[in-house]
């Protein structure tokens, strides 16, 4: 079973850092791009930051550029955002999604799994 | 504000057909597949339809999707109660190097 589980939320000051960790199972992760989505408290989705299966290739939204990072290591299973500068609009639950991926092609967009998420929370 | 544009809300009756559009540009939709996403809630999303009209394993065949030129479409047949949910569409765009998702559409089944 596909399994995606997301730690490192919670709540954290304007200008303060977290990062967010995903643990992923019950597939080959080294295949995958990966990505982080974020939702604000009643608000639609919102892609924030991709990586390719062997980290070559690397997109972010423009909001969150120069201030996220996004990384993986293949050998522990697991996909990390590195927050810093964190701002009252990064205020999200943040999810893990895993890219689909048909013989070796991945379309970015493309999201077949989803973690439960975990909440970030930026305030004073 | 979102480069691809939903409607915010559709309704239909149980056993009715609804159509949810997404409206985009030339650096999108019609250069890029598009995807659409089912979130229930309180819980996360779910891929509905990838590239285009395809559905993942499990997705009941009344859900499909289509597009032409700057406009893709998801369609429900036969409205179930638990098909109440936010609807997103979502596709690359070629010029902002970003991955775009639609407002979302809040469905409800009357």
């Known amino acids: 079973e596909v399994q995606l589980v997301e730690s490192g939320g919670g709540l954290v000051k304007p200008g303060g850092s977290l990062r967010l960790s995903c643990a992923a199972s019950g597939f080959s992760f080294s295949s995958h791009t990966m990505n982080w989505v974020r939702q604000a408290p009643g608000k639609g989705l919102e892609w924030v930051s991709s990586i390719s299966d062997s980290s070559t290739y690397i997109n972010q939204a423009d909001s969150v550029k120069g201030r996220f990072t996004i990384s993986r290591d293949n050998a522990k299973n697991s996909l990390y955002l590195e927050m810093n500068s964190l701002r009252a609009e990064d205020t999200a639950v943040y999810y893990c999604?895993?890219?689909?991926?048909?013989?070796?092609?991945?379309?970015?967009?493309?999201?077949?799994?989803w973690g439960r998420g975990t909440t970030v929370t930026v305030s004073s | 504000q979102s480069v691809l544009t939903q409607p915010p809300s559709a309704s239909g009756t149980p056993g009715q057909s609804v159509t949810i559009s997404c409206s985009g540009s030339s650096s999108n939709i019609p250069t890029n597949t598009v995807n659409w996403y089912q979130q229930v809630p309180g819980a996360s999303p779910k891929l509905l339809i990838y590239s285009n009209r395809q559905r993942p394993s499990g997705v009941p065949d009344r859900f499909s999707g289509s597009k032409s030129g700057t406009s893709a479409s998801l369609a429900i047949s036969g409205l179930q109660s638990e098909d109440e949910a936010h609807y997103y569409c979502?596709?690359?765009?070629?010029?902002?190097?970003?991955?775009?998702f639609g407002g979302g559409t809040q469905l409800t089944v009357l």
């Open positions: 999604a895993r890219g689909l991926c048909d013989g070796g092609v991945c379309f970015l967009g493309e999201m077949d799994a």
């Open positions: 979502a596709a690359w765009d070629d010029d902002l190097k970003v991955v775009l």
